[in-house]
C-alpha cells in the first residue's frame, strides 16, 4: 500500500475546556505586563481569542470575549467597554469567518486575521477617542502586524497538546 503525498498523517484530538482557558488567562496575563509604550506588541487577548473563535467557535464565544474584555478594561484603567466591545466584534467576525477561514493555508488564514485585528484597534482607538483621550499614532497599529505574523507559530504552539502521535496500528483503518 502506497504512503499518502500529504506531509501530515496526524489527527488532531478534540481541544480541552482547560486548556482553551488556560491560554486565555495566559494571554491576559502576556497583556498586563507592563512594556512601556513599546510599538509592535501585539493584543496577546485578542490574538489567542481570534484563534480559538476560528478554530472552536462554539466553545468560545461572546460571553468569554466579554468577560475578558471588562478585565482589560479594568486592568488597563482604560474606558469601560473598551475592550469589551473591541472583542466582542472580533470574536463575532472570527466566529463568522471560521469555515472559510479554515479553509486556507497558514500564510493565508493570517491575511484574513490582519484586518480582524486592525479593526479591533480602530474600535478602540475610536472609543478612546470619543472619551476625549489623544490619538496614540499610527504606531500603535503595529501590533496588528506582528499579530499576524504572528499567527502561523502560535497555530503550531496551540494545536501542539491536541495531535495525536503517531503509531502504527495496522488493525484500524484511520
Known sequence: MSQPTHSSRRILLPVRQWFIVFTLLL????????????????????????????????RVGMGAAFVLGVLMDVAAGSVMGQHALAYLLLTYGASSLSRRVLWFPLGQQALHILPMLLATQIVMVVTRLVGGADFPGFGYFLGSFTG??????????????????IEKDENRPI
Open 148 to 165: 499576524a505574523l504572528l499567527w502561523y507559530p502560535l497555530t503550531f504552539v496551540l494545536l501542539l497538546p491536541q495531535y495525536q502521535p
Open 27 to 58: 494571554a491576559l496575563f502576556l497583556s498586563l505586563i507592563p512594556l512601556g509604550h513599546a510599538i509592535g506588541i501585539p493584543d496577546w487577548v485578542a490574538l489567542v481569542l481570534a484563534f480559538w473563535s476560528v478554530r472552536e467557535p462554539l
